[in-house]
């Protein structure tokens, strides 16, 4: 099964490069922002590096990249990078590590633009490269299942709808960050299968 992780934590950073920066820079970006209390103020962190049509329209682009490396609260960031994790190291060793870097910028800047267009307010949060994850995963079982084998297709079948589940009902949780990554990556993953650039998961 794809998803399950047996690597060591040395084996892990060789060969999942790419998610282990993205985990590390947010780790550390988390560790930072909370030694300077930000845990403890509603509102720092977007106004630190949160996403919305108000920062931008006052020309702070960083913005567009920024808010993925930013989480509100422990839980938040602990359980969108326990997904990262578990979810994204068969795409980065399927894909190699120039194209898994592209799919990242290209769904969290996805993300960045449906919440600028369906949100009125600030969101942080690495949920939209997350979803966008999901969303290839998707574009792969509905045009080329057989990259995946069938007890990890459930799985992931599982996964996306309990994450779609929790982006729906639950309070708090962006469903313009979740969607403009999930539409991202199912596009871009159509985009990769176009151009065979998976290669098969084992």
């Not at 326990?82 to 990242?104: D, M, T």
Request: with cysteine; aromatic share 18%.
């Amino acid at each position: 099964m794809i998803l399950v992780r047996n690597e060591s934590f040395k084996e892990f950073l060789s060969k999942y490069p790419i998610t282990s920066a993205i985990v590390f820079l947010n780790t550390i970006a988390f560790l930072y922002t909370s030694l300077l209390g930000a845990l403890s103020g509603e509102g720092i962190f977007n106004r630190w590096g949160g996403i919305s049509l108000e920062y931008i329209q006052q020309n702070e682009y960083y913005r567009f990249f920024s808010y993925a490396f930013l989480h509100g609260s422990f839980a938040h960031f602990a359980f969108n990078m326990a997904a990262i994790i578990i979810i994204n190291p068969p795409i980065e060793k399927s894909l190699g590590k120039l194209k898994y870097a592209v799919l990242f910028f290209f769904t969290i800047l996805g993300s960045a633009i449906a919440i600028l267009i369906m949100s009125n307010h600030a969101v942080v949060g690495a949920s939209g490269f997350g979803y966008g994850v999901f969303g290839v995963y998707l574009s792969i079982i509905c045009f080329k299942k057989k990259l995946i084998d069938r007890q990890s297709r459930t799985a992931l079948l599982v996964f996306i709808t309990i994450g779609w589940l929790i982006t729906l009902f639950a309070k708090g949780v962006s469903f313009a960050g979740h969607f403009g990554g999930f539409i991202s990556g199912f596009v871009l993953g159509i985009v990769f299968l176009w151009t065979n650039s998976f290669k098969e998961m084992k």
